[in-house]
């Protein structure tokens, strides 16, 4: 199942910001050529009380009393934005539901992003934690989630949500030293949740043989051990070779395999519950050719991928799954 929602369009930041419209229209464009664009459904807003599980009052009434503002200096407000950033989280929280009640995989096709949203803070082209919602609107339910974020910046406002919370393990791969500046190796959470937050920081060059070591040497075997009833992926497409934002090099082919491998996890061992969220991701053929992929996979079919170059075939990203490895060997068994 797809959630999308045509309003997800008129959420303009400013007339040339990166995060644009045309990102979700090319995702549209590229399922409606490969006959992929079916079985979409709309979802109804979040409420006041899905987003107060994750952000505090007082930023919420701030952010919705903003008027015309800035949370940061690319994070534009307008009247209008409080409103879709409800419509955004609530897609991702019915695409959770859904995939949790019928056992089968969903992406949330949305804008704004969320995870650099924590839960008093706005930043990074996020407003509400979309993930972060749904994540907690399963553990009020008494769920175990994983959310694996694969965006090429760290998920700074998940990690400070869930932070000591040992119902919720949050696992991110990322590119270290670029915004927002968080997620070495070394941050394992707090409190109760100490363990439960896992960063691979990755260099800029790392790609495909890099991620999938990360994969099967961190993200499968600790998802194994968690045992979760839920995985939801925060899915950007900014880790992709021609992203003008970062410096690392998955392909194409690359991040369908990375979200197969996760899907295959949630088939394993928990029912199949799979959630997709998408996040960032800023050059339009990469980003419509990958979700493309990624939703033909979970369908049992395949894409015409164009952008193939592997640049990391020799897994230039070793030293930082050797320090995520070192840094977790107290909470998890692994390799």
Known sequence: MLVYDPRFLDHVASPFHVERPDRLRSIVSHLEEAGLFADVERAPPATAADVKRVHRETYLEYFQNLGEGLLDPETVVHPGTFDLALLAAGAVLHGTKAAVRDGRATVALVRPPGHHAGPDYGGGFCYLNNVAIAAADQAAGGRRVAILDYDAHHGNGTRDIFADSASVLYLST?????????????????????GFTV??????GCGDASYFAAHDRIVQ??????RPDVILVSLGIDAHYRDPLTS????????????????ALANRLCGNRFAVALEGGYHLDALGEVIAGV?????????????????????????AIEAAIRTHRSFWNLR
């Open 199 to 204: 960063n691979v920081p990755f260099s800029a």
């Open 248 to 263: 690392l090099v998955l392909s194409s082919p690359g991040y369908v395999e990375l979200v197969t491998r996760s899907a």
């Open 295 to 319: 939703v033909a996979r979970l369908r049992g079919r395949s894409t015409r991928l164009g952008l193939t170059e592997v640049l990391d075939d020799t897994g230039r990203g070793a030293p």
């Open 221 to 226: 075997p600790i998802v194994e051990q968690f």
């Open 174 to 194: 990322h590119q270290y030293g670029i915004f927002p500046g968080t997620g070495p190796a070394e941050d394992v959470g707090t409190g109760e949740g100490r």
